[in-house]
Nanobody
Framework: QVQLVESGGGLVQAGGSLRLSCAAS??????MGWFRQAPGKEREFVGT????????YYAESVKGRFAISRDNAKNTVYLQMDSLKPEDTAVYYC?????????????????WGQGTQVSVSS
């Protein structure tokens, strides 16, 4: 069964850090992405990493503050979030894509986790 399970969300003060994890089962070596959705807003792209970790791409809003990594031996992808801002508050989702095209588009990603809440207080 193909499944993604996120963990690591929580409440943090502005300027703090969190690391999200996404454990995959039922498949390996896919492009992985992180998206987020704040209340009343559309889901937005955060970042993506290629199957071997050799290529990463980030949204401008998080570039320099967030970093994606993966450990294929553990079938896990990580999102390290530093210098968090209140506007980073959202439910964060990891997703897997079989494609290397349209990597910032949610429609490209076929498998999604259930999401984990990140709240940043000012």
């Amino acid at each position: 069964q193909v499944q993604l399970v996120e963990s690591g969300g929580g409440l943090v003060q502005a300027g703090g850090s969190l690391r999200l994890s996404c454990a995959a089962s039922g498949f390996t070596f896919s492009r992985m992405g992180w998206f987020r959705q704040a209340p009343g807003k559309e889901r937005e792209f955060v970042g993506t990493i290629s199957w071997n970790g050799g290529s990463k791409y980030y949204a401008e809003s998080v570039k320099g503050r967030f970093a994606i990594s993966r450990d294929n031996a553990k079938n896990t992808v990580y999102l390290q979030m530093d210098s968090l801002k209140p506007e980073d508050t959202a439910v964060y989702y990891c997703a897997a894509s079989p494609s290397n095209s349209a990597i910032t588009q949610a429609e490209t990603y076929r498998t999604w986790g259930q999401g984990t809440q990140v709240s940043v207080s000012s």
